[in-house]
């Protein structure tokens, strides 16, 4: 467990919001928050929908946080149930430096 090395860990966390004049305290939860940087959203389906990631980049957005981890464990394998979702995303230097980026390749 996270919390047993040290982690702060909150399960179903409430996301507060506003939305056309009205304020939501409990209208979204999150699975987990850890370190109150990370979101993280669990799935347990054979195919994610493309509702899925929308839902953590809300999550992120609401929170103005820059990551979160969806995890479907539907998955044949845990790394093809792994997607990292990032808000507004910036291009740095170590950003590039990802697996199967031929960096070399000129576009048409």
């Given at each position: 467990?996270?919390?047993?090395?040290?982690?702060?860990?909150?399960?179903?966390?409430?996301?507060?919001?506003?939305?056309?004049?009205?304020?939501?305290?409990?209208?979204?939860?999150?699975?987990?928050?850890?370190?109150?940087?990370?979101?993280?959203?669990?799935?347990?389906?054979?195919?994610?929908?493309?509702?899925?990631?929308?839902?953590?980049?809300?999550?992120?957005?609401?929170?103005?946080?820059?990551?979160?981890?969806?995890?479907?464990?539907?998955?044949?394998?845990?790394?093809?149930?792994?997607?990292r979702i990032v808000n507004?995303?910036?291009?740095?230097?170590?950003?590039?430096?990802?697996?199967?980026?031929?960096?070399?390749?000129?576009?048409?």
């Amino acid at each position: 467990m996270l919390y047993r090395r040290g982690l702060k860990v909150e399960r179903q966390k409430p996301v507060a919001f506003d939305f056309d004049g009205m304020h939501f305290d409990d209208g979204l939860r999150v699975d987990l928050m850890v370190e109150d940087c990370l979101v993280v959203e669990l799935k347990s389906v054979e195919i994610l929908a493309p509702v899925h990631p929308k839902q953590l980049l809300t999550y992120l957005r609401l929170l103005n946080l820059p990551l979160g981890l969806l995890i479907n464990f539907g998955a044949a394998t845990f790394k093809q149930g792994v997607r990292r979702i990032v808000n507004n995303h910036r291009d740095f230097a170590s950003s590039r430096l990802r697996v199967n980026i031929d960096l070399t390749r000129e576009e048409n």
